[in-house]
């Protein structure tokens, strides 16, 4: 999703950042508009389900705009979709941007068409990206070495969210812009430094799902791997852009 090229049709009157984090996704977007001098929208309303995430994130982009709300809210959460709805700024248009959080719903089409689709009204703008199923491969390379199943959450595929299925699921409640993928990578000097990524990010459980002995096996493996091609932990992600109906 180029921000400038929304702007450019009209200039965005409130942002949404569901799931926001740190702000990552709003700031780079803020970055972009600017880089193009492009206005900003009038109001961006940040919302996540955890309290650190949502006041980090209003610290931070409230040194670069003026007009910063936050909100908790499980993005998920219809009934606490509909609450923040009933908030938002009645005049102009609408962009709902989501970076790296859709893939956390067993059915991320269904939530874009029941859920998400709450916040927004005729013509306002949907943007979403998320890591697919193609990610991690060195990962799962190293647990079929080690002979261990992954507990790792099931990512989404990418033909299901952008091809022809995906569009049709969505077609009741939105106009199909465009849809793609990319791929980003995160260097890393170990096997513990590439399974210390997911603890960073918020993505490992509190508990190991493998035992001690399991996880020394799973190191040794993942350390063989990375030796023998590029040091990096994949990511592969889908995106999608829509406007509602």
């Not at 009933?86 to 067993?106: D, K, V």
């Not at 096997?191 to 002995?213: C, K, M, Q, T």
């Not at 096996?217 to 063989?224: E, F, I, K, S, T």
């Amino acid at each position: 999703m180029a921000g400038g090229s929304l702007g450019a049709e009209a200039p965005l009157h409130t942002l949404i950042d569901l799931g926001c984090g740190t702000g990552l996704m709003s700031r780079a977007w803020l970055d972009q508009l600017q880089e193009q001098a492009h206005p900003f929208p009038q109001q961006l309303w940040l919302v996540d389900q955890a309290p650190s995430m949502v006041e980090r994130a209003v610290v931070l982009l409230r040194q670069r705009h003026g007009a910063v709300q936050g909100d908790v809210l499980d993005a998920f959460s219809p009934a606490g979709l509909s609450s923040l709805a009933s908030q938002l700024p009645n005049q102009g248009t609408r962009l709902l941007a989501s970076s790296y959080a859709l893939q956390w719903s067993e059915q991320p089409l269904t939530v874009l068409r029941e859920v998400w689709s709450i916040l927004l009204r005729p013509g306002d703008w949907l943007a979403v990206a998320m890591p697919d199923q193609r990610s991690f491969a060195v990962l799962h390379a190293a647990l079929s070495a080690a002979g261990l199943p992954s507990h790792f959450l099931k990512l989404p595929c990418h033909e299901a969210l952008i091809g022809e299925q995906g569009q049709a699921a969505l077609a009741s409640r939105f106009q199909w812009v465009a849809g793609g993928g990319f791929a980003n990578a995160v260097p890393v000097e170990s096997a513990l430094a590439y399974l210390r990524h997911f603890n960073l990010i918020g993505a490992s459980p509190v508990r190991s799902p493998y035992s001690r002995r399991e996880l020394m096996g799973l190191l040794r493996c993942l350390d063989q791997e990375l030796s023998q091609g590029v040091a990096e932990l994949d990511y592969h992600s889908s995106w999608i852009l829509l406007r509602r109906r």
